[in-house]
T-cell receptor
Framework: QKEVEQDPGPLSVPEGAIVSLNCTYS??????FMWYRQYSRKGPELLMY????GNKEDGRFTAQVDKSSKYISLFIRDSQPSDSATYLC?????????????FGTGTRLTVIP | DGGITQSPKYLFRKEGQNVTLSCEQN?????MYWYRQDPGQGLRLIYY???????QKGDIAEGYSVSREKKESFPLTVTSAQKNPTAFYLC???????????FGPGTRLTVT
């Protein structure tokens, strides 16, 4: 079983839709959770960073962590064509070490104008 | 402008040749990382370094080598021993005891 599971998609939505991207994980030691956005042929860009459980909002983006279910989500409101990219979740914890970041395989999102 | 630079953006080599990929950061980060990204496989850690003159193997270090002579620089050499070198290579860095990593733009290596 992989440490982090992420549906690869692809996911296509119309402009203005609410997008929900998700990852599940198996290691209860994970405490730090990140979402990266990666445009085609570019490096990943850190989008959201959360610690432990709860929600964090930044503009149109909301990151949600449910440690009891080992489930994290990224919501994108009022999606735009410029949001079309691959979204990677990543996570780590004190026990797994700061240098060990566990990544999902990424979900490819297309927002159709 | 603080950030991570990788050069070149595209690199083509013949099989059997060693090639070195450059990574420089001016974020004053202590830790630097090299990842390989292949379609459908996500990011895999090749090597990482927490301080100058020290580095550790990641999950797929075979066929690769690194050096860390300066805090700002962490070059990766893809040797002829690497069986499938064609891939997208990403360099990243992070601050001391920080969990979030920041990535460079990547180098796409094609070996024929």
């Amino acid at each position: 079983q992989k440490e982090v599971e992420q549906d690869p998609g692809p996911l296509s939505v119309p402009e203005g839709a609410i997008v929900s991207l998700n990852c599940t994980y198996s290691n209860s030691a994970f405490q730090y959770f990140m979402w990266y956005r990666q445009y085609s042929r570019k490096g990943p860009e850190l989008l959201m960073y959360t610690y432990s459980s709860g929600n964090k909002e930044d503009g149109r983006f909301t990151a949600q962590v449910d440690k009891s279910s080992k489930y994290i989500s990224l919501f994108i409101r009022d999606s735009q064509p410029s949001d079309s990219a691959t979204y990677l979740c990543a996570m780590s914890g004190r026990q797994t070490g700061a240098n060990n970041l566990f990544f999902g395989t990424g979900t490819r999102l297309t927002v159709i104008p | 402008d603080g950030g991570i630079t990788q050069s070149p953006k595209y690199l083509f080599r013949k099989e059997g040749q060693n090639v070195t990929l450059s990574c420089e950061q001016n974020l004053n980060h202590d830790a630097m990382y090299w990842y390989r990204q292949d379609p459908g496989q996500g990011l895999r850690l090749i090597y990482y370094s927490q301080i100058v003159n020290d580095f550790q193997k990641g999950d797929i270090a075979e066929g690769y080598s690194v050096s860390r002579e300066k805090k700002e620089s962490f070059p990766l050499t893809v040797t002829s021993a690497q069986k499938n070198p064609t891939a997208f290579y990403l360099c990243a860095s992070s601050g001391r005891q920080n969990y979030e990593q920041y990535f460079g733009p990547g180098t796409r290596l094609t070996v024929t």
